[in-house]
């Protein structure tokens, strides 16, 4: 049985604990789940023979000592899902960000209806997935060139009439040394999983991310 790591705290806005009972009942079906508001579980020995961590937090802070053990955990194998506030996470943990593949910036606009435009149709996490929309903040992020981008957003004029235009990841999956990484940046309130594509997103980037090459 695959064995998963849901780690939830950070910012009270983001309904942390709620949203780790949700990722454990919802996407981890079949796991062996532990479930921890406790950071030092990264400082661990074994924890990179997890199949899968899953930080469910937004700002917060790591020590260096659990900054090293997430990173090298998911360089020896493990793997990393991340969602939303994920992005805004750790924000003085580069290091953090370098492993995700991208960094919150802003929301313009605060809740907005957008498209999300799936560009890889024969991934297999999103392959027979069609566009749809979703009513959330639309993240305005900073991202790694390298990451393998599976869905996207472009965003309008209003509020911000300079970024009209820009098209920006919204999903992506990327290679950290022998682990895998899936991040998508759906998931500022629950009901935002109850989108078939949205939650088939999450849950195909789960199976992949846990699966070890």
């Excluded at 960094?103 to 799936?118: K, L, M, N, R």
Aim: aromatic share 10%; charged share 15%; proline share 7%.
């Amino acid at each position: 049985m695959p064995n998963a790591l849901i780690l939830y705290g950070g910012w009270p806005g983001h309904q942390p604990e709620r949203f780790a009972a949700l990722v454990k009942d919802r996407l981890l079906d079949g796991f062996d789940v532990e479930v921890t508001p406790d950071l030092a579980v990264l400082e661990s020995a074994g924890l990179n023979q997890r199949d899968l961590i899953l930080p469910v937090w937004t700002q917060g802070e790591l020590t260096w000592r659990q900054q090293q053990g997430v990173l090298r955990a998911i360089e020896e194998g493990a793997g990393l899902v991340g969602f939303h506030g994920t992005a805004d996470a750790f924000r003085s943990n580069p290091g953090f960000h370098f492993l995700l593949g991208g960094s919150f910036a802003a929301h313009p606009g605060d809740i907005v209806e957008y498209t999300v435009h799936i560009t890889s149709s024969s991934d297999p996490i999103t392959s027979g997935l069609s566009d749809f929309q979703v009513r959330s903040e639309q993240y305005y992020m900073l991202v790694a060139p390298d990451n393998h981008v599976l869905a996207t957003t472009t965003f309008s004029a209003q509020p911000c009439s300079w970024i009209a235009g820009t098209v920006m990841p919204v999903a992506w999956k990327r290679r950290w040394g022998h682990g895998r990484v899936f991040y998508s940046a759906i998931g500022h309130a629950p009901e935002e999983w109850d989108i078939p594509q949205a939650h088939a997103l999450m849950q195909r980037g789960v199976t992949w991310a846990s699966s070890r090459p």
